[in-house]
Every structure is written in structure tokens, then in C-alpha cells.
């Protein structure tokens, strides 16, 4: 794999952490910009997620056209 590839997955599962420990806060007493906090990683995490997609396809897809040549 590529380190690219690792660094995006290792960004999209740190923005599922953060994402997961802000989101009790939301359904209780919590910090100002808690809300933020929460949609700004939920975000990052579906934007990761779909460039993580995209490039293991383009990956796959190279190493394929590679292999035949």
C-alpha cells in the first residue's frame, strides 16, 4: 500500500474518533461549539471516506493496467 493511501486512512479513523467521542455531548450539557466539533468531523470522516474509495479504485485499477503490460 501506499503511504498516501495510510495517511488518508489514518486521518479518516482520527476523525472517526473525534467524531465518536464528541457525540454524547450533543444529547447532554455540553461545551460551546460541541456542535461544531461534532458536524466538522462527521464530515471529515464521509470526505476521507469517499477519497479513500475513489483512490483504492484508481490504485487497483493502476496496478491492473500494470501487470498486463
Known sequence: MSKS???IFG???LAGIVLILSLPYLFGPHE???EQITMVAGWFFVVFAVVMIVFRAVW??????NSTQ
Not at 60 to 65: H, K, P, S
Open 5 to 7: 493511501f495510510l495517511a
Open 11 to 13: 486521518a479518516m479513523v
Open 32 to 34: 460551546p461549539y460541541q
Open 60 to 65: 487497483r485499477r493502476g496496478i491492473r493496467a
